[in-house]
Each structure stands twice: as C-alpha cells, then as structure tokens.
C-alpha cells in the first residue's frame, strides 16, 4: 500500500493554506496522515487557535479509522449519536465528525493515507482539503 511521501504531504498543505488564501478564511491547521494514522507534516498558521492541530489529526485519523470522509462521520453522528460517541474512547488520535477530513486513494484504490483541515467552517474546511490533495496530484475516496 503506497504512503503519502513528506514532499506530497507538503504539497498538500501548501495547497490547502493557498487555497485558503484565495477564499480569505481563517487561520487553519492542516494534517496528513499515512495509512497507518501517524502524522507525517502538520502545519498551523499562525494564528490558528491551540487546539487546531489536535482537530485536524482526529478529522484526518477518524476518516482512517472508519474508511469515510469526516463529513459522512458527522452524518452518521446525526443518525446514530450513540455509535460515534462510544467510538471515541477507542480512537487514540480522536474522532472529528465535522467535515474537512478526507482519505486519499492510489490509483489502484488503496488507501494512500489522510487529509484533516479546521479552522474555518467545515465546508470551507473541506474545500481546502480537496485543493490540497489536487496540488499533490492525488486523488480523495469518493
């Protein structure tokens, strides 16, 4: 299963935080994971409140974790609160239901790892995910 690279990682954040530029959001944090769920490049601008890298990694970790996007994570809390609050516990890096959090796929549709973006509302969140994961040449899970 191919791993986002660190030069892709970094991509991807410049990607997200340009991006965010041009839609003059807040500041933001943005993490991207490995298949695994470890963190290979976090960035917060400045700015970005203290607790933004923690959010981005669980929107990020949490899509991992359940193989969707935070946002479907964030439906699914609707429909069934109970099941995603008891996930909590069990997931180390935290669990976001909040769109902004995306998986990337290889083009042989393995799981490449995740991107979790937070600062600004969270479509605005995920607006700037899919730009970061575009300007890496990669592609999000559907």
Request: hydrophobic share 50%; aromatic share 2%; charged share 15%.
């Amino acid at each position: 299963m191919p791993s986002i690279t660190l030069s892709q990682a970094q991509a991807m954040i410049d990607g997200a935080l340009a991006h965010a530029a041009t839609l003059a959001l807040k500041p933001l944090a943005v993490a991207v994971l490995d298949p695994g769920g470890h963190v290979i490049a976090l960035a917060r601008q400045d700015g970005a409140s203290t607790l933004r890298p923690q959010i981005a990694t669980g929107k990020a970790a949490g899509a991992l974790g359940l193989g969707v996007s935070s946002r479907r994570i964030g439906d699914m809390a609707a429909e069934r609160p109970w099941f995603v609050a008891a996930l909590g516990p069990a997931a180390a890096q935290g669990l976001i239901p909040a769109a902004g959090g995306l998986i990337v796929e290889a083009e042989d549709g393995t799981i490449s790892g995740a991107i979790g973006v937070t600062g600004d509302t969270s479509d605005n969140d995920e607006l700037c995910a899919l730009a970061g994961i575009a300007a890496a040449g990669l592609s999000a899970r559907a």
